[in-house]
């Protein structure tokens, strides 16, 4: 029996609606919403609204779909960057996600008429259409400026079922599977020659197959006692701190008044990035600080600071190593923000928000040192704020040894206050996939909120409370041996992001040889007998 699909398609206005409504309802999959299943319907919503367009529809439902998405996500962006900026960063995430619909919906077109079958229908065109929303984010993640890889999908299942499939996947690999589910469970809902209940068993089995998947199982070799500071400083930009007599410095010191040194073996202490505006090797109030912190708890201090170069032309985020009156150890952010912490081709772009140009005076460069650092009885890896969205940072500190991940963050810019923006809890989700990708603890520390202890599952088991200043102090385990999706690293990523579109490239070529064989020779007929014999062609 050949294969009869129903087909499905709205029209460009309804199809409009939907999209607009995809937006909030991805959103709402993600933190602070977290209705975790909402990113599912909204992934459906938008391949629904793409199916039987053409290339300049798509464009335009996949347009509508990214800004309405985009425009929620990160509208805490304006507290900081303010309605320029972000809308400006909006437009652009949109423009890739409607270039991807071009893509998806040339999927839909093109796939099914080379491979017309059940198995294409309901197999490969999913994971075609999977590959090709997985490759629009690696776009968007990559380029320009470094990418934004904020809003993966895959990032919405922190506190998910799925969430254990990265240890196995990564973030982009999952990603795609939660893409070609959603892509699946349509095709089967379309294929009409198949009975309902057939139908029903084989959409449930391929949900059930994901969630089957057992939790990979996570190795120590001893643990570390790290302490957390959270001085609930004045460390946003636009905030009223005197740098210049050491505000940001006093507020950490302040909150760690209540740990009792003599209670605690320390390890390490931890204060976050621009934990302290005091350098202490160009600061001499800076050095006796750091020194009275190391020398009375016992541990080493890590601390982001503002470092430069040798010759004072180069300005890095950094995170020092602090010990025996020295630095040990220095990691420079590799991922510095975009028109927030330096503007990249200055000239083109001021005359178009001149205001907020000129108001980041000082650009960072981009780190080149390595993302782990040598403690003395362990290996930490270090992330900076928004160095946790890459991938491939936290591919290189697992394979230079990292036990333990230390992730710094200044978050005071998106919010003085609970509730205010999700930009927080949207890092801590972050955090917490990155703990269970690659079974490693992470202690996630901030200016201002969320400074949390995350274990290798991803389950928070230790933290302060939020907009105050406190120190947590947790023995943290350290993790050893490796996941698949830190041995595979971006290799998943790669492959099924151009398998789908060398399938969709081999799907327009295939149907073009067969137009121009049709155009030759004219159609080909095939009357057959009842026994199936071919009696004319």
């Known amino acids: ?243 210049a007599y050491g505000d940001l410095t006093d507020a950490q010191v302040l909150a760690m008044q209540g740990v009792d040194p003599t209670a605690n073996d320390l390890d390490l202490v931890v204060w976050p990035e621009g934990g302290s505006d005091r350098d202490p090797t160009r600061d001499e ?13 016992g541990a080493p201090l890590l601390s982001g600071v503002i470092t430069q170069s040798d010759d004072g032309e180069t300005t890095y985020n950094s995170s020092i190593l602090w010990d025996d009156g020295e630095v040990q150890g220095q990691y420079d952010k590799k991922h510095p923000v975009p028109f927030g912490e330096y503007v990249p081709d200055r000239a083109f772009w001021r005359p178009f928000a001149p205001d907020l140009i000129d108001l980041i005076a000082r650009d960072y460069t981009p780190g080149t040192r390595d993302e782990a650092i040598d403690v003395g009885d362990f290996v930490a890896g270090i992330s900076i704020c928004f160095d946790i969205v890459d991938d491939q940072l936290i591919t290189n500190m697992m394979d230079q040894g990292a036990q333990v991940i230390i992730a710094q963050t200044n978050n005071a810019d998106f919010g003085s206050r609970p509730g205010q923006t999700d930009e927080n809890e949207q890092q801590l989700a972050i955090a917490k996939m990155r703990a269970i990708e690659t079974a490693r603890s992470v202690v996630n520390v901030s200016t201002v909120a969320s400074t949390r202890v995350i274990d290798a599952h991803g389950d928070v088991v230790d933290g302060t409370a939020d907009y105050e200043a406190g120190t947590m102090v947790t023995e943290v385990d350290l993790g050893t041996g490796t996941t698949p999706a830190v041995v595979a690293s971006r290799a998943i990523e790669l492959f099924v992001a151009f398998f789908g579109l060398a399938m969709l490239i081999m799907s327009r070529l295939f149907l073009g040889r067969r137009r121009a064989h049709d155009d030759e020779n004219g159609p080909v007929t095939t009357l057959r007998g009842a026994d199936g014999a071919v009696l004319v062609r």
């Not at 937006?23 to 793409?50: C, K, R, Y």
């Not at 805490?76 to 409607?98: K, M, N, R």
């Not at 294409?120 to 470094?146: C, H, Q």
């Not at 699946?184 to 949900?207: D, F, H, P, Q, W």
């Open 1 to 243: 029996m050949p294969t009869r699909v129903t087909e499905f398609r709205l029209p460009l206005w309804s199809a409009l609606i939907v999209a607009l409504g995809a937006g909030p309802v991805l959103d709402a999959g993600f933190p602070d919403g977290d209705v975790w299943p909402l990113t599912f319907v909204g992934i459906g919503f938008v391949l629904l609204a793409l199916r039987g367009r053409r290339a300049g529809g798509a464009f335009l439902v996949g347009l509508v779909a990214g800004l309405s998405f985009y425009l929620l996500h990160i509208q805490w962006a304006t507290l900081f960057l303010g309605i320029v900026p972000w809308a400006a960063l909006s437009t652009l995430e949109a423009l890739f996600f409607a270039g991807g619909a071009v893509l998806l919906t040339l999927a839909y077109r093109w796939v099914p008429r080379v491979w017309p079958g059940t198995l294409g229908r309901a197999l490969l065109l999913p994971v075609v259409v999977a590959g090709l929303w997985t490759l629009r984010e690696f776009v968007a993640g990559n380029w320009p400026y470094g990418g934004f890889a904020w809003g993966r999908v895959a990032l919405s299942q922190s506190e998910s079922p799925f969430g254990g499939l990265v240890a196995y996947l990564g973030i982009s690999g999952l990603s795609f599977l939660m893409v070609a589910i959603v892509a699946a469970l349509i095709e089967l809902a379309m294929l009409s020659t198949v009975r309902g209940s057939t139908r029903l068993l084989a959409g449930a089995t391929v949900v059930a197959a994901a969630l089957a998947v057992p939790a990979w199982p996570t190795f120590t070799d001893g643990t570390a006692t790290i302490a957390g500071v959270q001085g609930n400083g004045k460390a946003g930009y636009f905030d009223s701190a005197d740098r």
């Open 285 to 297: 109030f800076g050095r006796y600080v750091f020194d009275a912190i190391t020398q009375g708890y």
